[in-house]
């Protein structure tokens, strides 16, 4: 497995790689992989892409300035190892300086479907999301790039951004990999407490126990005060259309219901297509 730190390198080695005619597919991460991660490369491996990059960057342009950027958990060397067994073929951990010039001046912006949900919560996380993911799509040039289903949202902004950009890749989306318990894989789950992992639980149970052919302000009322009796601090529970992102009045098949909310002080996310 090749380990590139340099944006302008692993291009050129890209390039290469598909001038002699091989595919290659791209597993953006922030690192600290867990088995969510690696579903996602062995999704990668699936396309039969000849090469398999997965990039570990915690992008501090998607941060917020009271968000956890800095205290986000990191393991290079975990990370590499954890890659290589699970059959990337290259490693792309650049430093912020070697993805972002001192004077670094262009950001893209999705418009509509970042505006609700996660993009009102956390100002300027999706032109953070949008901008590293088009640089990645351009150091890379991937023929195929996954992402989770995990984060709904950001994999819709993706598809979007991938459209509206024309850029040539095609958007994998992977389902959600889940402890048995039901919590969602998340490295953010290491700061959990005990106390709060089990009061974590309380947002896959109440996503899992909305049926079709409710009212979704009913729904909305119903999860959202089993999590705050779970001692979780709400910070949305949203029925929306899965493709258009826009609230829906009914919990019929194809709505997407999304939860974030506070354990102590990590915000936790979840989703689920009905
Ligand atoms: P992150 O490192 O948290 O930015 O996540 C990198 C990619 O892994 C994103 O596309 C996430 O949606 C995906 N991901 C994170 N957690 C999970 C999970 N539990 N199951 C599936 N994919 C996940």
């Not at 922030?30 to 000849?50: N, P, Q, V």
């Not at 949305?236 to 974030?260: I, M, R, S």
Request: one cysteine or more; hydrophobic letters at 40%; aromatic letters at 6%.
């Amino acid at each position: 497995m090749k380990i590139f730190n340099d944006a302008a390198k692993l291009q050129k080695w890209c390039l290469g790689r598909k001038r002699s005619g091989a595919k290659i597919a791209l597993v953006p991460t922030m690192g600290y992989l867990h088995e969510g991660h690696l579903s996602l490369i062995a999704a990668a491996k699936k396309t039969k892409a000849d090469e398999i990059v997965v990039s570990v960057f915690v992008n501090p342009v998607q941060f917020g300035p009271n968000e956890d950027f800095d205290k986000y958990p990191r393991d290079a060397k975990a990370d590499i190892a954890k890659c290589r067994k699970a059959g990337a073929t290259a490693i792309f951990m650049p430093e912020p300086s070697a993805m972002y010039a001192p004077d670094h001046s262009v950001f893209v912006n999705e418009e509509r479907l970042s505006a609700g949900l996660c993009g009102a919560r956390r100002p300027g996380h999706f032109r953070g999301v949008c901008t590293v993911v088009a640089k990645l799509f351009n150091i890379v040039q991937p023929d195929t790039a996954v992402f989770g289903q995990k984060d709904y949202q950001q994999a819709q902004v993706i598809k979007r951004m991938a459209r509206d950009l024309n850029f040539p890749v095609e958007i994998k989306v992977a389902p959600i990999v889940r402890e048995k318990s039901g919590l969602a894989l998340s490295s953010r789950n290491t700061y959990l407490s005990e106390a709060e992992k089990e009061s974590a639980l309380a947002i896959s149970r109440s996503i899992a126990s909305v049926e079709p052919g409710r009212r979704a302000a009913k729904e909305r009322q119903r999860i959202s005060k089993a999590l705050e009796k779970a001692g979780l601090k709400v910070d949305y529970v949203e029925f929306v259309d899965g493709a258009t992102l826009e609230n829906v009045k009914t919990t019929a098949a194809g709505v997407c219901v999304l939860v974030a909310a506070f354990a102590g002080r990590t915000r936790l996310i979840d989703n689920r297509v009905l």
